[in-house]
């Protein structure tokens, strides 16, 4: 049975109240209130890697408080919360209501000023992901807490992957020098989707076919026969037998594989992907694993 893919994190909320002013709901005044305080210690490991366990330092998300069960009273709308890289976050000041409500928590990355609970968000993976910022701008998270209680106690956002990640091998059974490899890349995937922030749905692919450029593709001065740990994102679709879908370049010359089946890529799931080439063409073998579990996280700290 396949499982969700998760990331967890915690906000600590011990503040005691909100006061309306504006379109905010502060309550700065009262001695006994505390700002919402995020927690930074990582039980599962001390470096993140790629965003596969943990939200890398300097990613920024919208966050969006509300009373609970009442989506159309928004205590804070699409609020900017900056990762720390070690579990944490910063972001502005913000309390719990003052009539003592209990508050439910939504999340999404990366954030977008577009970002919305009554109408879903565009979003597209970026073409090039080479550029690490642009890979990781295209890894789709969301999370969500309900009915939580004022407490000075830890409240957990589980952040689920959205979108699927490709994991490549590129290999030669012929002795074939990949030291020269300089480009692998998805062709031929639709680039678009919508997420719905309140329950974390994504559509459909949507827009016309692009070209993926994976991350990690680096050239060597050894020879070598494999080369891996190149990964790229890609919308959730299903990819139609007969259809062009990688190409990768050593030197000068590209290689393309063609799909002799359907072939689907699963939104929260890693696809190890494996091209082999031989003399007669390039085999594909590929397996499915959950995006990796990103464990728990506790304690706190204080605000920057």
């Known amino acids: 049975m396949k499982t969700s893919i998760q990331l967890t994190f915690i906000f600590l909320l011990t503040g005691l109240a909100f006061v309306s002013c504006g379109d905010k709901y502060y309550y700065?005044?009262?001695p006994n209130a505390q700002q919402i305080i995020l927690s930074s210690r990582v039980t599962f490991q001390t470096q993140p890697r790629l965003q596969d366990d943990m939200i890398v330092s300097g990613q920024a998300l919208s966050l969006f408080i509300t009373p609970n069960g009442l989506t159309n009273e928004i205590l804070y709308p699409n609020v900017n919360i900056v990762a720390n890289g070690?579990?944490?976050?910063?972001?502005?000041?913000?309390y719990y209501p003052l009539d003592g409500r209990n508050i439910d928590l939504y999340a999404v990355h990366p954030y977008s000023t577009s970002a919305s609970l009554t109408t879903p968000l565009d979003f597209q993976v970026t073409a090039d992901q080479r550029i690490q910022s642009n890979y990781l701008q295209s890894d789709?998270?969301?999370?969500?807490?309900?009915?939580?209680a004022r407490s000075t106690t830890a409240i957990g956002l589980t952040f689920s992957h959205k979108l699927a990640k490709l994991d490549f091998?590129?290999?030669s059974s012929q002795g074939l020098d990949l030291s020269a490899l300089n480009n692998v890349s998805i062709i031929n995937t639709l680039p678009g989707t919508e997420?719905?922030?309140?329950?974390?749905?994504?559509?459909?692919?949507?827009?016309?076919?692009?070209?993926?450029?994976?991350?990690g593709v680096?050239?060597?001065?050894?020879?070598?026969?494999?080369?891996?740990?190149?990964?790229?994102i890609v919308v959730p679709q299903t990819i139609p037998m007969g259809t062009e879908l990688f190409r990768f370049t050593i030197g000068n010359q590209s290689y393309v594989y063609t799909t002799d089946q359907a072939y689907t890529f699963e939104g929260g799931y890693?696809?190890?992907?494996?091209?082999?080439i031989t003399a007669t063409g390039i085999i594909l073998d590929s397996?499915?694993?959950?995006?990796?579990?990103?464990?728990s996280i506790g304690g706190g700290v204080t605000p920057e």
């Open 169 to 171: 091998t590129i290999e």
């Open 195 to 215: 997420i719905n922030i309140l329950n974390g749905n994504i559509s459909a692919a949507t827009g016309t076919p692009v070209i993926i450029s994976a991350y």
């Open 218 to 232: 680096a050239g060597s001065s050894e020879s070598r026969t494999s080369v891996s740990d190149i990964h790229a």
């Open 140 to 148: 789709l998270l969301h999370a969500t807490s309900f009915n939580n």
């Open 270 to 276: 890693q696809h190890a992907i494996k091209l082999t």
């Open 86 to 94: 070690s579990g944490g976050f910063t972001s502005e000041t913000m």
């Open 28 to 30: 700065n005044e009262n």
């Open 287 to 295: 397996s499915i694993t959950p995006w990796e579990d990103g464990g």
